[in-house]
Nanobody, 128 residues
Framework: QVRIVESGGGSVQAGGSLRLSCTAS????????MGWFRQAPGNKREVVSC????????YYADSVKDRFTISRGSAKNTLDLQMDNLKSQDTAVYYC?????????????????????WGQGTQVTVAS
């Protein structure tokens, strides 16, 4: 059974930084992509950033490009999201997720429906 645990959420002033981390255990896929999503009240869950199994060429949503940095650990089961210059519109619950790459180790999904395993979420609140 896959278990994903996120940490690092909290409250910060606009312009500040936070670092989110997640660790996956019990993964039986031989290769898998991982991503960070977020969901604000009343909104759909949206991709923030994702990265393939080889951890090359990550994807960033336009709204976070040049402010957020995703990184994947060498053991492949950890995922971090460094969030700088945070804005009030970044306030949301952030989720770490993963899915089987089926051999496409440069690919990462940009839709929530592509992911099969999810963490419980961590709240990020940015005060303006």
């Amino acid at each position: 059974q896959v278990r994903i645990v996120e940490s690092g959420g909290g409250s910060v002033q606009a312009g500040g930084s936070l670092r989110l981390s997640c660790t996956a255990s019990g993964v039986t896929f031989s290769d898998y992509y991982m991503g960070w999503f977020r969901q604000a009240p009343g909104n759909k869950r949206e991709v923030v950033s994702c990265i393939g199994y080889r951890a090359w060429n990550p994807y960033y949503a336009d709204s976070v490009k040049d402010r957020f940095t995703i990184s994947r650990g060498s053991a492949k089961n950890t995922l971090d999201l460094q969030m700088d210059n945070l804005k009030s519109q970044d306030t949301a619950v952030y989720y770490c997720a993963l899915a089987d790459s089926h051999g496409a180790d440069l690919y990462c999904g940009q839709l929530a429906t592509e992911y099969t395993e999810w963490g419980q979420g961590t709240q990020v609140t940015v005060a303006s």
